[in-house]
Structures are given as C-alpha cells and as structure tokens.
Nanobody, 118 residues
Framework: QVQLVESGGGMVQAGGSLRLSCVAS????????MAWHRQAPGNQRELVAS???????NYDDSVKGRFTISRDNAKNTVSLQMNSLKPEDTAVYYC????????????WGQGTQVTVSS
C-alpha cells in the first residue's frame, strides 16, 4: 500500500507563486512516475505535469514555462513550483504515483486547494 500526502496549497493573487509538495510512503517501487493533476469545479481531472524516476518530465501546454516539477527519489517526494499563477489555475491539485506492482496502479493523494484571485 502507498500513501501520498500533499501540502503547500493556498490562496495567492494573479502573478504570484506557490510551491506544492507531496510525500509518498509505503511500498514504493524504484521505478515509478509521479505527477500532479488538478480538477476545477465542473471540469474533469487533468494532468498538469509528470516526472519519471529517470527524471524525464512532461507538462501540459497551459503550464509550460510557468510550472516546474521536481522529485527527490531518496525522500520519495515530488514538488511543483508554480510561478506566474493565473485565475484559471484555480483548482484542487492532486499528487499521483503510478508504479508496477504486478500490474500498473495509480495511487492518489487527498488533494490540496489552490486559489488564484484576479
């Protein structure tokens, strides 16, 4: 079993910055992908950014150049540095870990609210 705990959400004005962090614990494989997703009211959950254990990253076009995902494999943590925030970034942000444990499985955190005011 894997547990994910996010922190760092809050309220910020447009143009500001926030940093989200997620700590994973439990039975964690050396080879996995960690990611941040978000879900705004009335919208489907969408991928924001992901990072493999190799360090390879992937970003949604809407956040490229503004957000940076990073991870510390030794500490099983993933972070999301969010700069130049926009009101449309307002959402609940979820940490996800995807790994193979006999089959590919997604583990999710409980989510943290990010609110960007105009």
């Amino acid at each position: 079993q894997v547990q994910l705990v996010e922190s760092g959400g809050g309220m910020v004005q447009a143009g500001g910055s926030l940093r989200l962090s997620c700590v994973a614990s439990g039975s964690i494989s050396s080879f996995n992908t960690m990611a941040w997703h978000r879900q705004a009211p009335g919208n489907q959950r969408e991928l924001v950014a992901s990072i493999a254990s190799s360090g390879r990253t992937n970003y949604d076009d809407s956040v490229k150049g503004r957000f940076t995902i990073s991870r510390d494999n030794a500490k099983n943590t993933v972070s999301l540095q969010m700069n130049s925030l926009k009101p449309e970034d307002t959402a609940v942000y979820y940490c996800k870990l995807n790994q193979f444990s006999g089959f590919w499985y997604d583990y999710w955190g409980q989510g943290t609210q990010v609110t960007v005011s105009s």
